[in-house]
């Protein structure tokens, strides 16, 4: 931990760096997900998926950069290099073979609803920890990500 005058104890702060670092991993992981699915999706509803699947990507760049930050803030280390994000994303890992549009809408929704369960958790964890920025600051990610999962999941119900 860097030294900082920050109000928050060092304690609190190395228990909110590590949920954020965690959560740095997972953002990076689902922004790369939703490009695997932008570029490889086919079918009836193409272009309506790929312009989807290439938002998704590009409304969690601000996240990224938001998560990296408080972390920094904190006095902490963003651990924010792909090769990091890769060995400790907590998301299932995306099927790369497939290519039909309703599987990704299924493969994506599911890394979606996956984040969003977690970011909701950091969200009480960083309050309990006294931590409020921290809380709301994932707490836009949560809005974010739920946003997204109903973008998503809408192709898939009638």
Do not use: C
């Amino acid at each position: 931990m860097h030294t900082t005058k920050i109000d928050i104890p060092l304690e609190t702060r190395e228990k909110v760096v590590e949920i954020l670092n965690q959560r740095l991993a997972d953002a990076f992981d689902l922004r790369s997900q939703a490009k695997q699915a932008h570029w490889n999706v086919k079918g009836m509803n193409f272009i309506a998926l790929h312009e989807l699947f290439d938002q998704v990507a590009a409304l969690m760049e601000p996240h990224i950069d938001d998560i990296a930050e408080r972390v920094t803030t904190l006095g902490g280390t963003a651990r924010g290099t792909v090769r990091v994000a890769a060995q400790n994303s907590s998301l299932a890992e995306y099927p790369l073979e497939i290519t039909d549009g309703a599987d990704h809408v299924d493969a994506l929704s599911s890394a979606l609803a996956d984040l969003g369960k977690k970011v909701r958790g950091d969200i009480d964890a960083t309050d309990e920890l006294g931590d409020k920025d921290t809380a709301d600051l994932l707490t836009g990610v949560s809005r974010t990500v739920d946003k997204m999962l109903w973008f998503v999941e809408a192709h898939r119900q009638a």
